[in-house]
Each structure stands twice: as structure tokens, then as C-alpha cells.
């Protein structure tokens, strides 16, 4: 069970840090080229958010679960599971106070696409921004942290 555990924590949270790059890259040029009109920007972000947070979900949700599967257990020291089972919990918790208190209310001054942005929307903007790459760079830890070889399993004596 602690191997398999080790395995979806391995894989999602590699492929979350791999899927909030490759959104940030892609966000950012979506909403810096030229040609894109603010009208069709706020389509784009109406689009790509979505989905963003809905992989973040499932990806940090998987590794939350395989993160129960190896507490405790001699794979990895208590200490690092310990360690990277917090971070995954800081991590989610940016998660949903992202979605609810940042994105949310950006979102909603972006509603209908091509409205004039209010006043307090490069503030709100600016905090995803920050609160985004603290996600990913948290991360990223983590998954460097269950990344690194495990202890070596001794071989059972007859």
C-alpha cells in the first residue's frame, strides 16, 4: 500500500507543478499578445481558469491521499512525510482561499468579457499572482521532497 501511495503522490504532484507551468506560460502569453483584444482575453481567462482549478483539485487531491498512505510507514523518514503532508495541506489551502476569496471576485469583474475593470482589480489581480506562485513554488518542494530516492528495503532473511 506504501508504494502505491509513494507512486500517486509521485505522479500527481509532479504533473500539478508540470500543469500550473505550462498554464502560467501559456496564461501569460494568451493575455500579453497583441493581437487579443481585452474582450477576447476575458474569454481566454473565463476559459483556462476554470479547468486550472479543476486540475489542481484532482492533482493535490490525489497526493493528499497518497500522502495519508505513507505517514507513518518506513518508505520515507516520518520526518519528510510529516514535512511534505504539510505542504500539501498549506498548498490546498492556497488552493480554495484562491478560488474563493481571489479568483472569484476577479472573475466576476471580467463577467460579462469587455466591461471596463474596476478600480480594485489590479489589486486582486496582483494577490493571484503572488498567491499563485507561492503554490507553485510550494510545490514544486514538495514534489523535489518525494522525489528523492527512499530508504532501501532490507532483504528478508530466511
Known sequence: MQSTSLVLIRFCLSAWVGAAVIFVITGVQDVTYQPFDSLMRDQLISLHFPVYYTMAWILLGGTFLGCLGIRNKEL?????ANLIFCLVVIILGMSL?????IYSPLESMITPPGNPRPANFRVYHQASKYVNSINILLSLIAAVLINLPVKRQRPIES
Open 97 to 101: 482561499v484562491d478560488y474563493i476569496w
Open 76 to 80: 520515507i523518514s516520518r520526518g519528510r
